[in-house]
């Protein structure tokens, strides 16, 4: 339990770092008033817009402000759309969690079993035919992958559409888009994890008594390789989340990523602060979760830490 609390203090501690810095930062890139306002506007009018906006108090006045926001969940309105930015963000929300979803259990399917096949029948034909796959998927930036998929798919076959979030169909190019380098990085850290395992002592004494690779994958292999792939499906996983900014904007997703770009255009503070936020507590705890679930699935680790407290 001392453990536990420790960790969910440093959560909150990064989460309130996080809101810091971006509160900050944004006051960095410019004066919000002056992209709102007309260019035939007088200095009066500025004034008053930015009085209107609480922009003219004192910096730390705002910071405080923008604190006591979080903590009550009253994150303000948003400076170009004039709507609470929770209505704004909670439009947004289903769309993005769509496409983080999808695009995990594409990465789970077929990223945590096509490591353990290349692994198991490594030095195979099946070896040579996976890893140009997991190679090219590591190499390629989320854009181009993107890009690519449109030109082949939508463009020139015709087989789904380019942009937008209108069906089903729509979802499919951002998932295979957004899962891709995931896809590989789960593959290559099962592979590695498995290999490991596969020199243990154990398997070779599971294997001299005949027993069959799906047995010993099942009942041997995964649960002792199972605590580097749980990390990296955690980190994947917040990951996807936030590198979901790119993926939206290229397929028009009507996503918190998408509004993310769209927000920092317009310099809307509130929203911006209130996405990144978000964003960033949703990555910390997913994290923590992770972190927590390894003394459920490996229980010395959890004696390990408290033996060591």
């Avoid at 903590?71 to 929770?86: A, D, I």
Wanted: proline fraction near 5%.
């Amino acid at each position: 339990m001392l453990y536990v609390g420790q960790r969910i203090i440093q959560a909150l501690v990064s989460v309130f770092g996080v809101a810091t810095i971006i509160f900050f930062i944004l006051r960095l890139t410019g004066d919000p008033v002056l992209l709102m306002v007309p260019q035939n506007a007088t200095a009066e009018d500025i004034a008053v817009l930015r009085h209107a906006l609480g922009l003219d108090q004192p910096v730390g006045l705002q910071y405080l402000s923008f604190l006591q926001q979080i903590l009550t969940g009253n994150l303000g309105y948003s400076y170009v759309q004039k709507m609470p930015v929770m209505d704004i963000m909670m439009d947004r929300i289903p769309y993005t969690i769509d496409l983080a979803m999808s695009a995990l259990i594409l990465t789970v399917i077929i990223g945590v079993p096509m490591g353990m096949i290349t692994a198991i029948y490594k030095g195979t034909w099946v070896e040579k035919v996976c890893m140009p796959f997991i190679l090219v998927g590591q190499s390629m930036p989320a854009f181009w992958t993107g890009i690519l998929l449109i030109m082949l798919l939508a463009v020139k076959l015709r087989w789904l559409p380019s942009s937008g979030a209108e069906n089903l169909q729509s979802l499919i190019l951002p998932a295979i888009t957004l899962a891709s380098l995931s896809i590989a990085t789960v593959a290559r850290m099962t592979r590695s994890s498995v290999l490991e395992q596969l020199g243990q002592d154990y398997v070779r004494t599971a294997r001299s008594k005949g027993v069959g690779v799906p047995r010993l994958l099942y009942r041997h292999l995964l649960r002792n390789a199972s605590i580097p792939i749980i990390t990296i499906l955690g980190l994947e996983c917040a990951n996807l989340l936030g590198g979901s900014v790119v993926t939206e904007t290229i397929f028009a997703w009507p996503g918190l990523g998408q509004l993310t770009i769209q927000s920092i255009a317009a310099r809307d503070f509130p929203l911006v602060q209130a996405v990144v936020v978000l964003g960033a507590s949703v990555y910390i705890f997913i994290n923590l979760m992770t972190d927590l679930v390894y003394g459920w699935v490996d229980p010395r680790i959890k004696l390990g830490r408290e033996t060591s407290q």
